[in-house]
């Protein structure tokens, strides 16, 4: 199984955003209305990837590099491709960027979508917390010190 990225194009919008739907609604909907412009809206070509496994378009990567952090946007995988590790592996990528820009990593997370745990388990803390959302943050100057550690259970399961 060979993981890798492509640059999105215009024309990936209009699969992404079904399958953006199919992955998101379901978690966006616990805790407000869905909003079915809000996709085409935030979509940022320049800053997407398509993850392909073997060559098939299997999901979506979005990485910004920001002034303070580098904010990791939004990463969706199909369902049949999901728990093989492949969204670890890519976001462990990102720590490859942050350790070598210097600049933490921070995300967004909709409360109740059980993302939560992965971003937990890679220590990933919450920094802030939103009306719909948690705000999390990964420093990249400590991120080896936190490699023999388990990580610190900040969220209140209840929330």
Wanted: glycine share 4%; proline share 6%; with cysteine.
């Amino acid at each position: 199984m060979k993981i890798t990225l492509r640059p999105a194009l215009p024309q990936d919008l209009e699969w992404l955003e079904v399958f953006y739907e199919e992955q998101m609604r379901p978690y966006v909907e616990l805790t407000h209305q869905w909003d079915p412009n809000k996709f085409k809206e935030c979509f940022e070509v320049d800053f997407t990837s398509i993850i392909q496994i073997d060559g098939e378009d299997i999901g979506m990567l979005k990485v910004k590099e920001e002034k303070e952090y580098i904010f990791l946007g939004d990463i969706q995988i199909k369902d049949e491709f999901k728990n093989q590790g492949i969204g670890t592996s890519l976001i462990k990528d990102v720590f490859k960027q942050s350790e070598q820009s210097d600049l933490p990593i921070r995300l967004r997370v909709l409360k109740g979508n059980p993302a939560i745990e992965l971003y937990e388990r890679l220590y990933f803390v919450v920094i802030e917390e939103l009306d719909f959302c948690y705000v999390m943050n990964r420093d990249a100057n400590k991120a080896g010190e936190r490699n023999c550690c388990p990580a610190p259970r900040v969220i209140n399961p209840s929330l």
